[in-house]
């Protein structure tokens, strides 16, 4: 399966984005997906992560009460609301796939990944 991430930019703090994931190639539903970012100069860090139904979710504490995962089976689309968001939250966001059902937070338990998203928190 192909991931193509979108939807990054250059946004206040307080204020909010959404990333979206497009994935082609294969079912989305066959595959549990999950968000992470990494900042220059520092290690790709989980964000959160959602089951293949959609049905549950993980979220960093980083992150928890701010940002919500959710997927569109039928649009084959994978979706990252940021709302509120800090300088800290600045980083590249990349997608990713695991032919699995239910969630990880380890990014070596995902298959495939997309391309990154630049996202920038500044005034």
């Known amino acids: 399966v192909q991931l193509q991430a979108s939807g990054g930019g250059l946004v206040q703090p307080g204020g909010s984005l959404r990333l979206s994931c497009a994935a082609s190639?294969?079912?989305?539903?066959?595959?549990?997906m999950g968000w992470f970012r990494q900042a220059p100069g520092k290690e790709r860090e989980f964000v959160a992560a959602i089951n293949w139904s959609g049905s549950y979710t993980s979220d960093a504490d980083s992150v928890k009460g701010r940002f919500s995962i959710s997927r569109d089976n039928a649009k084959n689309t994978l979706y990252l609301q940021m709302n509120n968001v800090k300088p800290e939250d600045t980083a590249a966001y990349y997608c990713a796939a695991r032919l699995a059902s239910m969630v990880a937070r380890s990014n070596y338990a995902y298959d495939y990944w997309g391309q990154g998203t630049q996202v920038t928190v500044s005034s």
């Open positions: 190639g294969g079912t989305l539903s066959n595959y549990a």
